[in-house]
């Protein structure tokens, strides 16, 4: 049994990581004049530490997730959202997944693109919340590259360990309409922050589907 997967993530909100992120950030190392580097800390810095808080949406450490988008093979997609409740958007894909019992679970694949990443940065925020993560997440998160009975990781079965290609591009390839005609991943802090969500919603649940699409033609399973 295959479970299509993709999330959405967004920068910390707490102000304790803020305050350290902005204690890291300094003036360039080409800088030495006093004077040069008293004016970038005036006009520079706030734009720096805005984009160095913006970068922990890509790590699990500190980044949250607002969106999760599945469809567990033979059912219909099914997405949870939320712009606080992030602990609750666990709970509600680890509800999702206790449906299927545990002995399929043994013989689940989680497939999306780039999925290790996503896999990663779940595996992390259920730990950092005390949540248990479901039984199919867990072995995921382990699996090696080759092991595509846990996790089938589209960019890596295409492109190769180490190489990369684009969502975007794969589908173009394989004549699919893009699932980034209307945003991408670079916007969904933005919409979430403007209250649009509902939005990253549907883009999250594209991304699933154009990976369920891409998987058939890989494995010929049309």
């Known amino acids: 049994m295959n479970i299509y997967l993709d999330i959405e993530t967004i920068p ?7 305050d350290y992120i902005a204690a890291t950030v ?23 530490i ?4 913006s970068k922990t949406a890509l790590d699990g450490t500190f980044g949250r997730v607002c969106v999760i988008g599945w469809r567990i093979e033979g059912r219909s997609a099914m997405v949870s959202l939320s712009e606080t409740d992030e602990a609750g958007v666990l709970r509600d894909f680890s509800e999702a997944m206790s449906a299927i019992p545990t002995n399929e679970q043994f013989n689940c694949a989680i497939v999306g693109h ?9 595996h992390q925020r259920y730990v ?8 199919v997440l867990s072995r995921a998160a ?10 089938y990781d589209t960019m890596i079965q295409w492109a190769g360990v180490g190489n990369r290609i684009s969502l975007e591009k794969l589908c173009l390839a394989m004549r699919y ?3 980034k005609a209307d945003m991408d991943g670079s916007q969904v802090a933005q919409y979430v922050a403007a209250g ?17 699409f891409i998987h058939s033609r890989m494995t010929f399973n049309y």
Do not use: N
């Open 114 to 122: 780039y999925v290790a990443w996503d896999v990663r940065f779940l």
């Open 177 to 179: 309409p893009s699932p």
């Open 50 to 53: 805005e984009e160095a808080v």
């Open 26 to 48: 300094t003036h360039p190392a080409t800088m030495s004049k006093p004077d040069t580097i008293a004016k970038w800390e005036q006009e520079a810095k706030p734009a720096a």
């Open 142 to 151: 382990q699996a090696k590259p080759w092991e595509s009975d846990k996790l």
């Open 12 to 18: 910390t909100d707490r102000q304790d990581v803020r």
């Open 196 to 212: 649009r969500i509902g939005e990253v919603a549907q883009y999250c649940i594209k991304d699933v589907t154009a990976v369920e």
């Open 128 to 135: 950092l919340h005390g949540i248990k993560p479901p039984l």
